[in-house]
């Protein structure tokens, strides 16, 4: 058992009741503290009016979700969402997204996935033809040779973040080597800007 003098604790506890109180006055006079930024991942719970059995979400990564900020986004196709190794893969982007894409920025690459303690990487990139339309609505991934079934993949893409608080949809249409030339669906990312 510790034995404190009256004096250390009187101090103590005026210093930790003069702290609270700037604190609390603080918030008063218009000095609010700093405010905390949401890590760029998607949220445990998604609401969606329209709710379709068709649908499915997606992983993503961004590195910052405030408006016009410079970040790096990371769309990612885990191994589990595909049943077949791609030779293209289409993302549809909305046509209110208002920053630029340009495919100099854009790659596709191996990526470990990110958590609490780490975000997510590219390990190593896939050498690919990448293309945006005219009109900024799709995105078109041509690997050099067929992207296997396993392990995790992500298309980077550094930009700035478009501006507004709003919500963006991007498709990810994928197709498997074959004689039918044919994209499937395979999710949704639904990136939210704060």
Same mark, same amino acid.
């Given at each position: 058992?510790?034995?404190?003098?009256?004096?250390?604790?009187?101090?103590?506890?005026?210093?930790?009741?003069?702290?609270? +109180?700037?604190? +609390?006055?603080?918030?008063?006079?218009?000095?609010?503290?700093?405010?905390?930024?949401? =890590?760029?991942?998607?949220?445990?719970?998604?609401?969606? /009016?329209? *709710?379709?059995?068709?649908?499915? @979400?997606? %992983?993503? %990564? =961004? !590195? *910052? !979700?405030?408006?016009?900020?410079?970040?790096? /986004?990371?769309? +990612?196709?885990?191994?589990?969402?595909? @049943?077949?190794?791609?030779? @293209?893969?289409?993302?549809?982007?909305?046509?209110?997204?208002?920053?630029?894409?340009?495919?100099?920025?854009?790659?596709?690459?191996?990526?470990?996935?990110? *958590?609490?303690? *780490?975000?997510?990487?590219?390990?190593?990139?896939?050498?690919?033809?990448?293309?945006?339309? =005219?009109?900024?609505?799709?995105?078109?991934?041509?690997?050099?040779?067929?992207?296997?079934?396993?392990?995790?993949?992500?298309?980077?893409?550094?930009?700035?973040?478009?501006?507004? =608080?709003?919500?963006?949809?991007?498709?990810?249409?994928?197709?498997?080597?074959?004689?039918?030339?044919?994209?499937?669906?395979?999710?949704? /990312?639904?990136?939210?800007?704060?």
């Amino acid at each position: 058992m510790h034995i404190f003098s009256k004096n250390a604790l009187r101090r103590n506890v005026l210093i930790g009741t003069a702290v609270g +109180t700037l604190a +609390t006055t603080s918030a008063f006079i218009g000095l609010a503290p700093d405010q905390a930024l949401a =890590q760029g991942t998607p949220g445990l719970l998604e609401f969606r /009016w329209d *709710s379709d059995r068709d649908y499915r @979400k997606l %992983y993503y %990564y =961004q !590195t *910052s !979700t405030v408006p016009n900020d410079r970040a790096e /986004w990371y769309l +990612t196709l885990r191994a589990k969402d595909r @049943k077949t190794a791609f030779m @293209k893969l289409t993302v549809t982007v909305p046509d209110y997204f208002d920053s630029k894409l340009k495919p100099n920025r854009m790659t596709l690459c191996r990526v470990t996935k990110g *958590s609490m303690l *780490s975000r997510s990487r590219c390990l190593e990139e896939v050498p690919a033809t990448i293309e945006v339309n =005219q009109k900024q609505t799709a995105i078109e991934i041509f690997p050099d040779q067929p992207v296997s079934v396993e392990g995790d993949y992500a298309l980077r893409i550094k930009m700035f973040n478009p501006q507004g =608080q709003r919500m963006y949809q991007f498709n990810a249409l994928i197709q498997a080597p074959g004689d039918v030339p044919m994209s499937g669906y395979v999710g949704s /990312w639904l990136v939210d800007m704060d």
